[in-house]
T-cell receptor
Framework: DGGITQSPKYLFRKEGQNVTLSCEQNLNHDAMYWYRQDPGQGLRLIYYSQIVNDFQKGDIAEGYSVSREKKESFPLTVTSAQKNPTAFYLC?????????????FGEGSRLTVL | GQNIDQPTEMTATEGAIVQINCTYQTSGFNGLFWYQQHAGEAPTFLSYNVLDGLEEKGRFSSFLSRSKGYSYLLLKELQMKDSASYLCAVRYGGATNKLIFGTGTLLAVQP
């Protein structure tokens, strides 16, 4: 079945460590996105990529990095520079030129920093 | 700046109708989305409005007034499984598909 796969679903990290969250899609979508969700706040855009080998900062990119070497993959690295990394991270994709441009979301990765 | 407001929580009764409101102030408006999100799960697409008026899809309908910066999601014949957060999101940014999300409305459906 087509969809977006995020891994791991749960991740624990010690302060000072970098961690990489995986996001893979087989929907043949051009655009991919990373959002962060915190209690009481809306989803906030971290990074997005509209085509391979290109990505743009979103509203809260500090302390994060991404790569887009393949159309199917858009991994997110949470670096030690991110001051408050504990959150629920959602990856999404959308087709370019789609009728509505709706986002298709993965199941999410919950990161807890100990 | 970009801002979206929606109520934090709502409660409704099984079988009833509930309306969830969303107001927004954004530049470069290019469509409004409603998503449903059950606890700990991914948001799923419910509806999309880009022109004024009502869009109906089964038990769910969504309305948009661009001049008022206002939308609502209407859920009819409520079922227990409709208990979830409902996220209002506005697309902006021209050619890019960037969305700004509201904080979500947590709907509790009671028997």
């Amino acid at each position: 079945d087509g969809g977006i796969t995020q891994s791991p679903k749960y991740l624990f990290r010690k302060e000072g460590q970098n961690v990489t969250l995986s996001c893979e899609q087989n929907l043949n979508h051009d655009a991919m996105y990373w959002y962060r969700q915190d209690p009481g706040q809306g989803l906030r855009l971290i990074y997005y990529s509209q085509i391979v080998n290109d990505f743009q900062k979103g509203d809260i990119a500090e302390g994060y990095s991404v790569s887009r070497e393949k159309k199917e993959s858009f991994p997110l690295t949470v670096t030690s520079a991110q001051k408050n990394p504990t959150a629920f991270y959602l990856c999404a994709s959308s087709p370019s030129g789609g009728l509505t441009g709706e986002l298709f979301f993965g199941e999410g990765s919950r990161l807890t920093v100990l | 700046g970009q801002n979206i407001d929606q109520p934090t929580e709502m409660t409704a009764t099984e079988g009833a109708i509930v309306q969830i409101n969303c107001t927004y102030q954004t530049s470069g408006f290019n469509g409004l989305f409603w998503y449903q999100q059950h606890a700990g799960e991914a948001p799923t697409f419910l509806s999309y409005n880009v022109l004024d008026g009502l869009e109906e899809k089964g038990r769910f309908s969504s309305f948009l007034s661009r001049s008022k910066g206002y939308s609502y999601l209407l859920l009819k014949e409520l079922q227990m499984k409709d208990s979830a957060s409902y996220l209002c999101a506005v697309r902006y940014g021209g050619a890019t598909n960037k969305l700004i999300f509201g904080t979500g409305t947590l709907l509790a459906v009671q028997p």
